[in-house]
């Protein structure tokens, strides 16, 4: 049962069998959303003129209901939107979900895909320390395999090679020529002059062979000097008590006759402070013409004092009457303290 307003009923609000012609509900509705869209100032006025503002609204209302039937269509269709907005709220969450899921699949990929890329990372540092591990380990046992090899070598060295030699000329020593005996050297006659230039170059050259301290001696390179007896005098590097010697030739398997009649065989060595005394004999020794090439001696008489100049006697040689042929000579020792 409607109620019926006699204020209505002047305002021809019911129809002519007494039924509302427009939802009392809707009316409200429509009156709300009006009253909403107009400026917040009127909440302002003052009591007079909210009293004509609610007569002007009721006339408002009247020029409303004449056009609601026109207005039917659309208030049915507010009135549809206005049921229709849960259904709406629906599909937005609906809508809100599906975006969310998309979210969560995109970081589920990209934490996958993150998580792949430091394993590759790991297993990539782990394959290089491995590698350099294993490159390290070979690098040892290389260095310990040529420090086997070194030590082997030494065991085998000829012993002039591991110790001090004082007659090296890169060291400071010399040959003293004028105290030396004359090279041997079969040349032509060309003239007083041009011999004595050449022989002298030619002298000082193959002198200087003997003290330069070749290892590997070659036939022909070496200084030869008349007949089966000779001297060389040499200036130390330092002064030294002499305790070793050693006198190189080349061997006869290096020979190309097959033979070694030049080499020296008895020498005896002699120790001097000066170039004017005569010299302290150190001992007689013998050159092995089947043995090796470079041949260390031990002095019988060391400790005779300590030397500046060593003279290197050769007594006779192994056959060869014409001339002797000397390749190396080395002086070993201790320098004072």
């Not at 939802?23 to 009127?42: A, H, K, V, W």
């Not at 269709?77 to 049921?83: D, E, I, K, L, R």
């Not at 330092?238 to 030049?262: C, E, R």
């Not at 060391?302 to 001339?323: A, H, T």
Request: glycine share 6%; hydrophobic share 30%; aromatic share 10%.
């Amino acid at each position: 049962m409607l109620r019926r307003s006699v204020r209505l009923q002047k305002a021809k609000y019911y129809t002519e069998e007494g039924t509302p012609s427009v939802s009392y509900r809707e009316n409200l509705y429509r009156i709300f959303r009006r009253r909403t869209s107009r400026g917040r100032g009127q909440h302002n006025m003052n009591s007079k003129d909210h009293h004509n503002g609610h007569h002007d609204s009721i006339a408002n209302y009247q020029h409303d209901q004449n056009t609601s039937n026109s207005n039917s269509n659309s208030d049915v269709q507010n009135s549809s939107a206005w049921t229709t907005g849960p259904q709406a709220t629906l599909t937005s969450t609906t809508g809100t979900q599906t975006n969310r899921a998309r979210r969560n699949k995109v970081r589920t990929k990209c934490s996958f895909s993150g998580n792949i890329i430091s394993f590759l990372l790991l297993l990539l540092l782990v394959v290089g320390i491995t590698h350099y591990t294993q490159m390290h380990m070979q690098m040892r046992e290389i260095q310990q395999e040529m420090q086997s090899l070194r030590r082997q070598v030494n065991m085998f060295a000829p012993l002039a090679d591991t110790i001090p030699n004082f007659a090296l000329e890169s060291q400071g020593a010399r040959v003293l020529h004028h105290l030396s005996s004359d090279t041997y050297w079969p040349q032509p006659d060309i003239g007083f002059i041009w011999y004595r230039i050449f022989y002298w170059w030619y002298s000082s050259k193959t002198q200087r062979t003997v003290i330069q301290g070749h290892s590997s001696l070659h036939p022909g390179k070496c200084w030869p000097f008349s007949g089966d007896r000779g001297h060389l005098f040499i200036s130390l590097s330092h002064q030294v008590s002499i305790t070793h010697v050693t006198l190189g030739h080349i061997t006869k398997s290096q020979s190309p006759y097959g033979y070694i009649a030049s080499a020296p065989r008895e020498f005896s060595i002699y120790g001097m402070r000066t170039t004017d005394q005569e010299g302290t004999y150190l001992g007689t020794l013998v050159y092995d013409q089947d043995g090796a090439a470079h041949q260390t001696f031990e002095l019988p008489n060391p400790d005779k004092g300590v030397f500046r100049y060593v003279k290197l006697q050769i007594e006779n040689n192994w056959g060869n009457i014409d001339n002797t042929c000397l390749y190396s000579f080395r002086v070993h020792g201790k320098r004072p303290a």
